[in-house]
């Protein structure tokens, strides 16, 4: 007879490179867990944050991680750190987060049968980036990342079927692969929002990058005031050094200095953004699936970004907002335009916008989700598990 799983030890490992990172983008999940009854631990760099994840009832272990180096010796470090927490708490379930956290992670598991969650939360830079050394870098992971992946007991969790195609293509055992769209928004929380009085403004939320298409905008404000709209465009997010894509500081006091440009750097509470504004803008260039316009569109906000991996599943075209093409200011102006000259359109895209979160893409429906999968691993690990029984 095959052990219930109720009956093992329920404790779930979240590896997170940043605790900002989880509590912006794993909270929904983790939540899940604990109310089905696991203990929630939590390994990550603690900056400053690691107080307010353990106000939710959770377990923080400090972990050393470095976003953006290449260094031999922080990587052990790293690896040897993951490998101490693991034999300190012994997991029924680990969940990476990142692919940085999957690397390391995997590397710290090495010989041993933790199920595990390997969380791409989009393929960031070195899969968007053209340039030698990122191109480079991919073709290396290209190589490893497979090894590392197609384990026993562990699946890789993508958030849209572009980014699932990428790493079939690279070699991720396809069976192996499950999409459950983003993180899940609290839609109890966040609420459809009216529309604040003229004169048009819209929003952006999101790490200040090139990759995240704010240059673009800030060039489609631009055209768009040269030609005598007085629309307010208002920035929230700060520049990534770690990220070589980041907008320098010096930058984005230039486009503060701008008429109708207004950078806001950080929110505690992101509705008094979309309180203020009639529509959310995010021209990224690839995304797992963008939290920020899952927030937007549960405030009831129609939005406009590009037809990109990620983003197209949260902007349906002419359904829930407008899609255009990366990196084109021109077309960026003319959907802000449209957005802009129309209170029908918007509020039709915002009202199908707040069903779509809703109907699928909940903190309740990610993190229900989210912990059938655990159960299906922690089942599927058991030694007398068949998959006939």
Not at 177 to 184: E, Q
Not at 274 to 289: I, K, M, N
């Amino acid at each position: 007879m095959t052990q219930n799983v109720t009956s093992c030890p329920r404790r779930v490992l979240y590896v997170v490179g940043e605790d900002q990172a989880f509590l912006l983008g794993r909270l929904p999940m983790a939540r899940a867990a604990k109310a089905a009854g696991f203990e929630v631990h939590v390994a990550t760099s603690n900056n400053g944050l690691a107080s307010t994840i353990e106000t939710e009832g959770f377990i923080v272990h400090d972990v050393p991680f470095r976003r953006g180096s290449l260094s031999l010796i922080a990587a052990i470090r790293t690896v040897l750190a993951l490998r101490c927490v693991e034999e300190k708490i012994e997991p029924s379930v680990i969940h990476h987060v990142g692919l940085q956290s999957c690397f390391y992670g995997s590397l710290a598991t090495a010989g041993r049968n933790f199920p595990q969650v390997n969380g791409m939360t989009g393929l960031g830079y070195i899969f968007t980036s053209a340039n030698f050394k990122p191109r480079l870098l991919r073709a290396i992971i290209g190589q490893i990342l497979p090894a590392l992946l197609n384990r026993r007991s562990s699946v890789v969790l993508v958030e849209n079927p572009d980014d699932r195609t990428v790493l079939a293509n690279l070699g991720v055992n396809d069976k192996d692969l499950i999409v459950i769209s983003g993180s899940g928004v609290d839609t109890d929380r966040f609420q459809p929002l009216p529309e604040p009085e003229a004169p048009i403004t819209f929003g952006f939320v999101g790490r200040l990058l090139k990759d995240k298409g704010v240059r673009a905008l800030v060039s489609a404000h631009q055209i768009l005031k040269n030609r005598g709209y007085d629309f307010r465009l208002l920035i929230i997010g700060k520049p990534d050094p770690a990220n070589p894509s980041s907008i320098s500081d010096k930058e984005v006091k230039e486009w503060s200095q701008r008429p109708g440009i207004f950078y806001l750097g950080y929110i505690k509470d992101i509705t008094e953004l979309w309180e203020r504004c009639h529509f959310a803008v995010l021209p990224s260039h690839r995304e797992g699936l963008p939290i920020s316009l899952l927030e937007a569109a549960a405030c009831g906000r129609a939005m406009i970004t590009t037809d990109a991996p990620g983003c197209r599943e949260i902007v349906i075209q002419d359904e829930t907002g407008l899609l255009v093409p990366i990196d084109n200011p021109e077309a960026l102006a003319s959907a802000i335009l449209c957005l802009a000259n129309s209170p029908t359109l918007r509020a039709r895209y915002a009202a199908a916008a707040r069903k779509l979160v809703v109907e699928r893409l909940s903190a309740k429906i990610v993190g229900a989700a989210t912990v059938d999968l655990y159960n299906k691993l922690l089942l599927a690990s058991q030694p007398n598990f068949n998959s006939n029984s």
